[in-house]
C-alpha cells in the first residue's frame, strides 16, 4: 500500500516537472499549448511572441527581443519574454486571436492587451516596464514610509 502511494505521489510529481518546464532561448521562454497555461500563472508580467518559422518580419524582431529579455533578467526584474511558434501551436494562437505575424500579447495579472510599441530593444523594455500594475504595500508607520521616499 505505501508502495503504491510512494508510486502515485512521484508520477505527480514527474508529471508536474514535465508540464511546468520550458525550454529558454537566450533569455526567451518556449512554450507550447502544454505550458503556457503554466507559464502565464508562474510569472503575473509576461510578453508573449506568436510567431511563425519562416516569416520575415519575425525574424526581424528576434535579436531585439532576446536583447530586451536579457536586459531584464540582468536588472533581476519579474517580467519574463516567451515565444510560441504558432504554426505548431494553432490552436493557442487562435485562442489570442492571433491572426498576423509577428503577434505579441502582454499578460498581465492573467490580463490580456495587444502590445503597441516599438519592436527593437529598449522600446521593448521601456513599455514592458511601463505596463506592469504597481503593487500595494501597507506601512506599518511613517518611518516606513518615509524611507521609501527618500
Same mark, same amino acid.
Given at each position: 500500500?505505501?508502495?503504491?502511494?510512494?508510486? &502515485?505521489?512521484?508520477?505527480?510529481?514527474?508529471?508536474?516537472?514535465?508540464?511546468?518546464?520550458?525550454?529558454?532561448? !537566450?533569455? %526567451?521562454?518556449?512554450?507550447?499549448?502544454?505550458?503556457?497555461?503554466?507559464? &502565464?500563472?508562474?510569472?503575473?508580467?509576461?510578453?508573449?511572441?506568436?510567431?511563425?518559422?519562416?516569416? !520575415?518580419?519575425?525574424?526581424?524582431? %528576434?535579436?531585439?527581443?532576446?536583447?530586451?529579455?536579457? $536586459?531584464?533578467?540582468?536588472?533581476?526584474?519579474? &517580467?519574463?519574454?516567451?515565444?510560441?511558434?504558432? =504554426?505548431?501551436?494553432?490552436?493557442?494562437?487562435?485562442?489570442?486571436?492571433?491572426? !498576423?505575424?509577428?503577434?505579441? $500579447?502582454?499578460?498581465?495579472?492573467? =490580463?490580456?492587451?495587444?502590445?503597441?510599441?516599438?519592436? =527593437?530593444?529598449?522600446?521593448?523594455?521601456?513599455?514592458?516596464?511601463?505596463? &506592469?500594475?504597481?503593487?500595494?504595500?501597507?506601512?506599518?508607520?511613517?518611518?516606513?514610509?518615509?524611507? %521609501?521616499?527618500?
Amino acid at each position: 500500500m505505501n508502495n503504491t502511494k510512494l508510486s &502515485i505521489a512521484l508520477l505527480a510529481c514527474l508529471l508536474l516537472i514535465s508540464v511546468s518546464s520550458y525550454e529558454i532561448d !537566450e533569455g %526567451v521562454l518556449v512554450l507550447n499549448s502544454e505550458s503556457f497555461s503554466f507559464a &502565464i500563472r508562474q510569472y503575473p508580467n509576461l510578453l508573449v511572441e506568436f510567431y511563425t518559422p519562416g516569416c !520575415e518580419e519575425c525574424e526581424k524582431l %528576434v535579436p531585439e527581443y532576446r536583447k530586451a529579455a536579457q $536586459k531584464l533578467i540582468k536588472k533581476g526584474s519579474e &517580467i519574463k519574454f516567451a515565444k510560441v511558434d504558432a =504554426e505548431a501551436e494553432k490552436e493557442l494562437a487562435a485562442q489570442y486571436g492571433v491572426q !498576423e505575424y509577428p503577434a505579441l $500579447k502582454w499578460f498581465c495579472e492573467e =490580463e490580456v492587451t495587444d502590445y503597441d510599441g516599438p519592436k =527593437e530593444s529598449a522600446g521593448l523594455y521601456d513599455w514592458v516596464r511601463s505596463h &506592469i500594475k504597481p503593487k500595494m504595500r501597507e506601512f506599518v508607520d511613517s518611518d516606513e514610509i518615509q524611507k %521609501v521616499l527618500d
